[in-house]
């Protein structure tokens, strides 16, 4: 009989099976070819690139998948008010998908325990994360994305 | 030093408010003194030296009087940044020099010649390489005499946070070359750049800045840097592009080769004067190479000549935002929120 640990690294594996099945059925033939050394997935769906994997957190496996949004601005004058619209942005995202930053960038990201079979997890978790990130990169972007800098005037 | 022992017969002391530094006698016994001297220095009293300029108090303002005057003729004071000067202290007046030694007056009586390097000869002098902890080289350029750097930010970060002490090789390959030890005190990660003070007390070759407004299409430029690691190189290119607009930042688009190892180096003009930092490159566009206008920096460059390298040195940095300031702060940056541990 499997021990703890086992079973959750047998979980993992079958968690990734199905993430390139999945990928396999959007088209792409070859998932090892997007897979980095560290088993994370790289797609692009429409503008966005999404990263997607599974990690073994305690005593469950999760999940994973976030997309990169924009870096995060380095005036206060556009932090502050940035931090606010994706606070309140979050509270209307469904299907746990959320705002976040990470190192500097602002990202979408999914974190979903897997419990039982998670073959409709990936479709679920790929979509949402997909459909936000080409929905509001180019608003954040536009609005957050500059600098409050301005040339000064040299005689 | 004998010729502090003479008693001057009057008792006013001279003004020497004059710009006409011919006729500035106590700055002509300075250089008589250092030029019979085994070294191209001199030690005097702090009393004496305010006294031969004609000050009997001493302020900032008064310092930099001196320090302007003595420069004109390849001098400079060195003043201690970690005490406050007593008039019973000695300070140092070396003389400097930009081709290898120099002299005012050589042996044959003969009057100091005027530089006849180029511009961009000039310039080269005064860009260096900056070496980070992480092995990252990058190009930096000073643009303070007493050892304000800039370079890119990119260089100086691992990871998004930006490292605080860094390594800058001045005169690379060549036989005074030296390594220095430099403390990043601001820097903006949008703008991707950093400043940077030499913590060695010393005199540097600056570059000088020039309007980046004032550049149009087809203009030469320079590009100096040092690109994967080797000498200062210098490379010519054309203006493609004075104004354009890369993620939401005005920059200037030239083709001068470009490489990895040039961040942070200057875009000269024909002058020899700083109108860019080198960035940025489009992909393998040879014509897409990018840099950030200087006057995005001009503020943070006046405050920080003003306050000095003791004040900034002191001051708060933010290795996240690049966020500077000398007020008293709490366990978070005040501009980005990110949390620091002292």
Avoid at chain 1, 117 to 135: H, M, Q, R, V
Avoid at chain 2, 36 to 45: F, G, M, T, V, W
Avoid at chain 2, 177 to 203: G, N, P
Wanted: hydrophobic share 35%; net charge negative; charged share 25%.
């Amino acid at each position: 009989m499997d021990s703890d640990i086992e079973q959750l690294y047998r979980t993992k594996m079958d968690a990734d099976y199905e993430i390139d099945a999945y990928i396999i059925s959007m088209g792409i033939p070859n998932p090892e070819r997007i897979t980095d050394e560290d088993g994370w997935r790289h797609l692009r769906r429409g503008s966005a690139l999404i990263s997607i994997g599974t990690a073994v957190l305690d005593s469950s496996v999760a999940l994973i998948a976030h997309c990169k949004i924009m870096d995060l601005p380095s005036d206060k004058d556009l932090t502050l008010p940035l931090m606010r619209e994706l606070l309140e942005m979050n509270a209307s995202i469904p299907n746990e998908a959320r705002f976040a930053i990470s190192d500097n960038s602002v990202i979408i990201t999914v974190l979903k325990m897997i419990v039982d079979d998670c073959e409709n997890l990936i479709p679920l978790c790929l979509g949402t994360i997909s459909y936000f990130a080409d929905e509001y990169d180019d608003y954040l972007i536009e609005k957050y994305g500059g600098t409050s800098r301005s040339r000064a005037s040299i005689r | 030093m004998a010729l502090f022992w003479k008693k001057r017969s009057d008792k006013k002391l001279p003004k020497f408010k004059s710009d006409d530094l011919e006729f500035h006698p106590f700055v002509n016994q300075i250089c008589e003194e250092i030029d019979n001297s085994d070294y191209a220095n001199l030690e005097i009293r702090f009393n004496n030296l305010l006294r031969g300029f004609g000050y009997l108090d001493y302020n900032d303002s008064i310092i930099l009087d001196i320090q302007r005057i003595l420069q004109t003729c390849n001098l400079y004071l060195q003043v201690p940044l970690h005490k406050e000067l007593k008039p019973e202290d000695q300070v140092t007046i070396i003389r400097f020099s930009q081709n290898n030694g120099h002299n005012r007056n050589n042996s044959n009586g003969n009057s100091q010649k005027p530089s006849n390097l180029s511009p961009i000869q000039n310039a080269v002098n005064s860009v260096v390489q900056i070496i980070s902890p992480n092995g990252a080289t990058g190009t930096g350029f000073i643009i303070g005499d007493t050892g304000l750097v800039i370079t890119a930010r990119h260089v100086v970060e691992d990871d998004g946070l930006s490292f605080r002490k860094v390594l800058v090789r001045q005169n690379i390959q060549k036989p005074n070359q030296r390594d220095l030890e430099a403390i990043i005190f601001k820097s903006h990660r949008k703008l991707d750049y950093a400043l940077l003070w030499i913590l060695k007390d010393d005199h540097f070759p600056v570059l000088q800045i020039d309007n980046p407004r004032k550049l149009n299409y087809t203009e030469t430029v320079y590009a100096i840097g040092c690109p994967g690691g080797l000498p200062t190189t210098v490379t010519k290119g054309v203006i493609g592009n004075p104004n354009m607009i890369f993620n939401g930042i005005d920059c200037i688009q030239c083709d001068a080769a470009i490489d990895h190892g040039n961040s942070g180096g200057p875009l000269v003009n024909e002058d020899g004067k700083i109108v860019g930092i080198t960035l940025w490159g489009l992909g393998n566009f040879a014509a897409a190479k990018l840099s950030l206008p200087i006057d995005y920096l001009t503020d943070d460059i006046s405050m920080a000549k003003h306050a000095g390298k003791k004040t900034s040195l002191k001051a708060f940095y933010c290795p996240s935002c690049g966020f500077s300031t000398g007020a008293r702060i709490s366990w978070y940056c005040p501009n980005c929120g990110f949390q620091h541990k002292n």
